[in-house]
């Protein structure tokens, strides 16, 4: 076959992609989902028209696992997409997810959330990054309001793409970026798909996709899930913490309730997880470690701000919160990164107001933690620290309930 008859294109990049985006446009279960048909043919065209050489292959400098690289993996090569490229990808990516006629779990799921991490942390153009981040935060609110409500038919609210930028990342806006973004996600989120039929009403997808494939049987997930614990149980034995993205993607061998929120609760878990990562001896200053680590806390931040009565009702989620993002919040309090900091600092604020009935022993660690050690820090002050401190205190004066409910 002559480069030309690749589908998508002669690029190294398209002779990846194509055969799978031309997979999507052509099979009959996909033909109701006209706007994720439409975003994967605006794809292909944009594959089509590179030329052979159009995407540069540089040797990786950072052996952050955020971007699946260990450190034995020194001459790992990193491909560069083109910048229209990455924003097709994310369009088609946010319509996927979005679609309410088709369920994508499992590995399927993580891997659409590690492709947006690796375009935000890899690329060199600041409206890409902050529509990777837009998209993972859209992402978020989609998959955690059909978890608050356990169905497919859900109204989801856009994200504002300017309250992302609140802490960090501002440096990125260029000119009109955050206008642009804005229109990007409610673009997407806007475009019809239609109405799903009954059987998604009872959570019994047919169009499911997990773990690349359609449709997985029940004898599937029970071997996904007997693999899981396995691995699991022999991580733990050896004292190593399971820290992937990926980790649990198809199973986590707690007793669950539906589909829909067994992947909410193992990507809840996994974004703790992965705002747990601390940079190694080796790499002691790793900015892409740093910044995935950020990117984590503020997902973190939009799941918390938006969630409901499933997160104080249900006792796996309310334990999930006590058992990865209390524990995450304890151990970020060693970190001075001022942008660290604030959004752990509203991320507790958010568990005052929400949860506190369900989290009081928690509350009592973190108060002293998070409020008395900075206000009594006399030896090494932070102004900026300082005034977040007061400004979080000047907040839960305001609302009297609160004082009396956590003395």
């Given amino acids: 076959m002559s480069a ?4 998508g294109g002669p690029s190294s990049c398209g002779r990846a992609l194509g055969p799978c985006l031309d997979k999507i446009v052509k ?3 996909w033909r109701k989902h006209s706007h994720l048909v439409l975003s994967c043919k605006s794809v292909l065209d944009k594959l089509e028209s590179l030329p052979a050489d159009s995407i540069s292959i540089s040797i990786s400098i950072s052996h952050s696992p955020l ?4 450190p034995s993996d020194s001459s790992s090569l990193r491909l560069r997409l083109p910048q229209a490229v990455e924003l097709s990808m994310l369009r088609v990516l946010l319509s996927a997810v979005r679609s309410p006629c088709v369920l994508i779990r499992g590995e399927c799921l993580v891997h659409i959330v590690r492709t ?7 690329g060199l153009n600041g409206t890409n990054q902050i529509c990777a981040k837009s998209v993972l935060a859209q992402i978020m609110l989609v998959v955690f309001t059909r978890v608050e409500e356990d169905s497919m038919d859900v109204n989801v609210k856009t994200v504002s793409v300017g309250e992302l930028l609140q802490f960090t990342d501002k440096n990125l806006n260029e000119g009109s970026s955050i206008h642009f973004c804005q229109n990007y996600v409610n673009e ?24 690349g494939s359609g449709g997985a049987g029940d004898d599937d997930d029970k071997v996904a899930e007997e693999d899981h614990k396995s691995e699991l149980g022999n991580k733990e034995t050896n004292g190593e913490a399971d820290t992937d993205v990926g980790v649990g993607a198809s199973g986590g061998g707690e007793v669950g309730g539906s589909k829909i929120r067994e992947d909410g609760f193992l990507l809840f878990r996994n974004l703790c997880k992965l705002s747990m990562k601390f940079s190694s001896q080796e790499t002691p200053d790793d900015r892409i470690l ?7 806390l503020e997902l973190l931040k939009v799941i918390m701000d938006n969630g409901g009565p499933v997160w104080r009702n249900n006792e796996r989620f309310l334990n999930t919160i006590k058992q990865f993002l209390c524990l995450s919040l304890i151990k970020n309090t060693a970190l001075s990164v001022m942008a660290i900091f604030q959004l ?6 958010m568990l005052l107001v929400k949860f506190r009935s369900g989290l009081k022993e928690e509350i009592g660690i973190f108060f002293p933690m998070l409020v008395l050690r900075v206000l009594e820090n006399v030896n090494q002050p932070s102004f900026l620290q300082k005034m977040t401190v007061l400004n979080f205190l000047d907040k839960i004066s305001q609302d009297s309930q609160i004082i009396v409910d956590i003395l």
């Fill in 27 to 29: 099979n009959a279960a």
């Fill in 4 to 7: 030309s008859q690749y589908l």
């Fill in 67 to 70: 971007l699946s690289l260990s």
């Fill in 116 to 122: 947006c991490y690796n375009i935000y942390l890899g």
């Fill in 188 to 211: 997407v989120m806007a475009a019809s798909e239609g109405v799903p039929d009954d059987k998604w009403l009872h959570n019994q997808p047919t169009d499911e996709l997990q773990n």
């Fill in 290 to 296: 740093l910044r995935g680590k950020i990117l984590s």
């Fill in 344 to 349: 752990q600092c509203s991320i507790f604020m």
